[in-house]
C-alpha cells in the first residue's frame, strides 16, 4: 500500500510583495490606501460597539498621519482611534498572510461594514518600508501590543509595559528609493485622494504643524434633493475631486438608497468614441478614478462620482467585478440620468437644449434605446437637410404633413443635396450615426410622423424631359455616350434639372451597388476569396442592373458636348463626367474605371496641345 504524505506551501513573501507592486496595485502609493482602510474598519467596528462598551460612548472617530525625520530616517505614522487589535487578532489577521475573518457576530468579520482587511492589504507597506511596526490596544482588553513584520517573513509580539490610547498606530521608515512617497506634498495629496469622502477627520502633522486634509462632513451628498438645493457646494465638489469646472449635474441614487452619486455635465461636447472616467468610492474610500463601467455606454456626457456599498471591488480594490450587481446598479443610475432629462423636457426646457446641443450624439443613443425617451425629446434633435441644420419640430412643420425624406447615407444626400435643394425638395441627411434609426421609429412614436427613404433615382423622377424634337437631335450622341459607358455597366440619359451648375447625376440600385463592392473586394483579395467572391457575384449580377448617368441639359458645358461631332471627344467628354459623378458621390473607383479616368484626361490634354481649341 502506498503512502502519500502532506505538505504546506512555502509562501515567499518577497516573491508576494514583488506582485503586489508590480502586477496588482497601479502605484506603490496605495500603501496609503490600504492603512486608511484598515482604520476605517476599526473606527467602524468600534462605532458599531456602541453603548455596549462604556469607552465607545459618545466616540468619534479620527485618523492622524505623522511625518518625521528626513531622507531614509522619516518615518510615517498612521494613528487612528478605532477598535484596536487584541493579541488573538494580531495572529489572526497580522501573523497568517490571506487569514479570512471567521464568519459570526466578530465586528470585524462583517462582509457588509467594512472595506478592506489587515493582512495582504498591510503588506502593501513593505513596497516603501524594510519593516511595519504596529502598536495596538483593543477596546474589548486594554492590553497594549507590539507587533514588528519584515519582508522575510520574520515577525515579533510582545505585550507592552506602557498603556496606549485605544486605537492602532503604524510605523513605516522610508525604504531606500521610496523617498517621494515619503514627501510632505505627496502624503498629503495622497490622503486627500484616497480619503477625501471619509465622514471623520483626517489629519496631518508635519514639522508641529497639524491640519485637516480630507473633507467636512458631506452628509448631504446622500440626498438628491439636498444636492439640488446646495449647487454651489456640489460643483465646488467636483471641481475639487475631478480637477475640472462643470456647469451642471443630475443627483444618481438607486432605489435601495445602498448607490448614489453626482453625475457631473461635461461642459464640452466629447468624441463619441472616447473614455468614460468615473470616480468611484466604496464606503467613502476611493477605489478608481478610471472606472468605466459604472454608467450605461450611452452616457458618454457624464463624467460622474459615485458611491457605494455593494458592488464587489476586485483584488487590487481598484475596479469593480461584472456581475449581476454591477448591472443592476448600472442600470438604475442610466435611469436616473433619463428620468431628469425627461423632467428637463417638461420644466426646463431652456436648460435641456443647451445640453442637448453640446451632447446630442449621446442624447441620440440614449432615444434609439428608448421608445419613451425618443417620444419626448426627438423634437430638439437636429438633423442636417436641404433647407439647412434644423431641428426636428422645424422640419416636421416645414414638411407640412407630407412625409419627411430622408437618405440612408451621407454619400447618397451628397449626390442629391444641389439638385433637391435648387426644386425645393426637403431632404434630410440621415447617414450620421443614429439619425436613420430614429427617422425610422418616429411613426411608432406618432402615428402622424411618416418618414420616407429617398435614393438619388427617386429625386431623379422629377426632372424635366426632352422634347420630341431634342430627343431626335440628341440620340446619335447618347448612342456614343451609352457605348463608352458600356464596359461600366452604366446608362445614360439627358434630362433638364436644377441646378444648371450641375453637369451630370449619377444614380445606382442597391443590387448595383452590391455588385460594385463585390468587383472592387475581388481585385484587391487573395486568389482564394476571389473565387469565393466570383460565385456569389455571379447571382447578383442578374439582378443588378444598369447605374445611370444623368446629363443636365441646362448646363452650359453639357450642352456644348451634346452639340459636338467629333465621336472620339463625345467618348472622352463623357468618360470624364463618369469618374467625376464617381468622385461627387465618394464612390470608390475600381482598376479599370482609374484606367478611364487617366485615359480621358491624356486625350484632352492631347487634344488642347494639338488643337489649342476648347470645348
Request: with cysteine; net charge negative.
Amino acid at each position: 500500500m502506498s503512502q502519500t504524505n502532506e505538505y504546506r506551501f512555502q509562501v515567499n513573501l518577497g516573491g508576494m510583495i514583488d506582485i503586489l507592486a508590480n502586477h496588482l496595485y497601479s502605484s506603490p502609493r496605495v500603501f496609503i490606501r490600504e492603512v486608511l482602510q484598515n482604520a476605517t474598519d476599526a473606527i467602524t467596528a468600534r462605532k458599531e460597539l456602541g453603548e455596549t462598551a462604556a469607552e465607545s460612548k459618545g466616540f468619534e472617530g479620527k485618523v492622524t498621519v505623522e511625518l518625521s525625520g528626513s531622507g531614509e530616517q522619516q518615518v510615517l505614522m498612521i494613528q487612528d482611534n478605532g477598535i484596536g487589535l487584541s493579541e488573538e487578532d494580531i495572529h489572526r489577521f497580522l501573523s497568517i498572510i490571506g487569514q479570512s475573518s471567521k464568519k459570526g457576530a466578530d465586528l470585524l468579520a462583517s462582509e457588509t461594514s467594512f472595506i478592506g482587511r489587515f493582512g495582504i492589504g498591510l503588506l502593501s507597506c513593505f513596497m516603501v518600508s524594510d519593516e511595519i511596526v504596529v502598536l495596538t490596544r483593543s477596546v474589548k482588553e486594554g492590553i497594549s501590543m507590539e507587533w514588528r513584520g519584515k519582508p522575510d517573513g520574520m515577525y515579533t509580539i510582545r505585550r507592552l509595559e506602557t498603556e496606549l490610547p485605544v486605537g492602532t498606530q503604524i510605523y513605516l521608515r522610508c525604504k531606500p528609493g521610496s523617498e517621494f512617497y515619503y514627501e510632505p506634498a505627496q502624503v498629503e495629496e495622497s490622503l486627500f485622494y484616497y480619503g477625501a469622502l471619509l465622514p471623520y477627520p483626517v489629519m496631518l502633522s508635519v514639522d508641529g504643524e497639524t491640519r485637516r486634509v480630507n473633507l467636512p462632513s458631506t452628509h448631504w451628498m446622500q440626498d438628491p434633493e439636498q444636492l439640488r438645493s446646495r449647487r454651489g457646494e456640489v460643483l465646488d465638489l467636483g471641481y475639487r475631486l475631478m480637477g475640472e469646472r462643470f456647469g451642471d449635474f443630475i443627483p444618481l441614487r438607486t432605489a435601495s438608497g445602498r448607490t448614489g452619486g453626482i453625475a457631473f455635465i461635461l461642459p464640452r461636447s466629447i468624441n463619441l468614441n472616447s473614455k468614460r472616467l468615473h470616480r468611484v468610492y466604496l464606503k467613502h474610500m476611493l477605489v478608481s478614478d478610471k472606472a468605466e463601467n459604472v454608467l450605461p455606454e450611452w452616457a458618454f456626457f457624464i463624467k460622474s462620482l459615485i458611491w457605494t456599498d455593494e458592488l464587489q471591488p476586485t483584488a487590487s480594490r481598484e475596479y469593480f467585478y461584472e456581475n449581476e450587481q454591477l448591472d443592476g446598479v448600472r442600470s438604475e443610475l442610466g435611469t436616473c440620468i433619463r428620468q431628469e432629462l425627461l423632467r428637463m423636457a417638461e420644466y426646463e426646457p431652456d436648460r435641456l437644449q443647451h445640453w442637448i446641443r453640446l451632447h446630442e450624439l449621446s442624447m441620440k443613443a440614449l432615444a434609439v434605446e428608448d421608445d419613451e425617451f425618443l417620444r419626448i425629446m426627438h423634437r430638439w434633435f437636429s438633423f442636417e437637410s436641404t433647407f439647412g441644420r434644423r431641428e426636428l419640430s422645424e422640419l416636421i412643420r416645414e414638411a407640412g404633413g407630407r412625409p419627411l425624406h430622408y437618405t440612408s447615407t451621407v454619400d447618397e444626400y451628397r449626390q442629391i443635396t444641389h439638385v433637391a435643394a435648387a426644386q425645393s425638395m426637403l431632404v434630410i441627411n440621415g447617414g450620421y450615426i443614429y439619425d436613420t434609426e430614429i427617422l425610422e421609429k418616429l411613426h411608432w412614436i406618432d402615428p402622424a410622423l411618416q418618414a420616407e427613404r429617398l435614393s438619388p433615382e427617386d429625386v431623379s423622377l422629377s426632372f424635366t424631359g426632352l422634347t420630341q424634337e431634342e430627343r431626335e437631335q440628341y440620340y446619335s450622341v447618347l448612342r456614343v455616350m451609352d457605348a463608352a459607358l458600356q464596359p461600366m455597366r452604366c446608362r445614360t440619359e439627358l434630362k433638364r434639372f436644377e441646378p444648371a451648375s450641375l453637369p451630370v447625376l449619377y444614380t445606382i440600385s442597391q443590387d448595383a451597388l452590391t455588385l460594385r463592392s463585390m468587383e472592387n473586394t475581388v481585385e484587391e483579395t487573395t486568389a482564394l476569396f476571389s473565387n469565393v467572391l466570383d460565385s456569389l457575384k455571379a447571382g447578383v449580377q442578374q439582378n443588378a442592373g444598369y447605374s445611370t448617368l444623368y446629363f443636365n441639359l441646362n448646363n452650359p458645358v453639357v450642352a456644348r458636348i451634346f452639340e459636338a461631332t467629333d465621336t472620339q471627344m463625345i467618348t472622352a467628354a463623357t468618360e470624364m463626367m463618369y469618374v467625376n459623378a464617381l468622385m461627387m458621390g465618394h464612390y470608390p473607383m475600381n482598376r479599370s474605371e482609374l484606367g478611364l479616368m487617366n485615359r480621358s484626361v491624356l486625350h484632352f490634354i492631347n487634344w488642347g496641345l494639338g488643337n489649342g481649341q476648347n470645348m
